[in-house]
Nanobody, 120 residues
């Protein structure tokens, strides 16, 4: 069983920065894919950034050049560095780990979410 715990959410002014962390209770698997999602009030949850086991990353267009996802396998932790924050980045941010099991089965694990509010 994998448990994910996010932290780092806060109230920040536009243009500010935050770093979110997600600690995984178990050791990362070499095949794990990881991502950060967010959900704003009244909107669907969207994928913000993802990082594959190879280290390659993807970002949604609205955060490219501002957000950086990374992973530290020695600490079983995923990070999301968020710079130049905008009010439209306000949302609950969720950490996700997709684990590949036997016969290529996929299991998704989620954290409880951390609130990011960008406002002056």
């Amino acid at each position: 069983q994998v448990q994910l715990v996010e932290s780092g959410g806060d109230l920040v002014q536009p243009g500010g920065s935050l770093r979110l962390s997600c600690v995984c209770s178990g050791r990362f698997s070499s095949t794990d894919a990881m991502g950060w999602y967010r959900q704003a009030p009244g909107k669907q949850r969207e994928l913000v950034a993802s990082i594959r086991s190879s280290g390659s990353t993807d970002y949604t267009d609205s955060v490219k050049g501002r957000f950086t996802i990374s992973r530290d396998n020695t600490k079983n932790t995923i990070y999301l560095q968020m710079n130049s924050l905008k009010p439209e980045d306000t949302a609950v941010y969720y950490c996700n780990v997709e684990r590949t099991g036997p016969w290529n089965t996929k299991t998704n694990y989620w954290g409880q979410g951390t609130q990011v509010t960008v406002s002056s």
